[in-house]
């Protein structure tokens, strides 16, 4: 498969239980950090209602032949450093397994990219956890920089 057979837009309602599917798969060894049912839980269509209806946040899918393979969310950030430059955020980014290296990821992520641009953005940023070696190459390949550690606190 090339790249220029992926096709990236909008997510729809449809779309959830197989975003939900892919997001499974980012699950680490021993972690069912998601539920995708059936049938669906309820929260899961109440997130999607709230990122659909936020001007900030795209929630998209990459198709391949009609067929969801990948998904990612970004978030448009006001900020106030940088003389109040707006800052992208990707969360959620993953690709169907047996798709991974076959430039769906890439075509997602430059997708991304130009969205950041065209939103007026001066950074796109995202966190991967250290656990995550092939997809920091990844990440790496593509220009991004390992400038920050993060932090998360689980509540």
């Known amino acids: 498969m090339a790249a ?3 096709v990236i837009r909008r997510a729809r309602a449809d779309d959830l239980p197989r975003i939900v599917e892919l997001l499974q798969q980012e699950s680490l060894p021993g972690e069912q950090r998601e539920d995708p049912g059936p049938p669906l839980p309820e929260a899961y269509v109440r997130a999607f209602e709230a990122i659909d209806a936020d001007p900030r946040q795209r ?3 990459a198709e391949v032949d009609g067929e969801v393979v990948g998904t990612l969310v970004m978030v448009i950030m006001a900020n106030l450093s940088y003389r109040g430059g707006t800052i992208a955020q990707l969360e959620n980014v993953v690709v169907d397994e ?3 290296g076959q430039g769906v990821g890439e075509t997602m992520a430059r997708w991304a990219m130009e969205e950041a641009r065209r939103s007026g953005c001066f950074r796109l940023q995202l ?3 250290k656990a995550r070696k ?5 990440w790496e390949r593509l220009g991004f920089v390992k400038s920050h550690e993060g932090f998360k606190l689980p509540l």
């Open 4 to 6: 220029g057979d992926v």
């Open 127 to 129: 966190t991967s956890n």
């Open 134 to 138: 092939d997809a920091h190459r990844f």
């Open 59 to 61: 929630l998209v899918v």
């Open 98 to 100: 047996p798709l991974r």
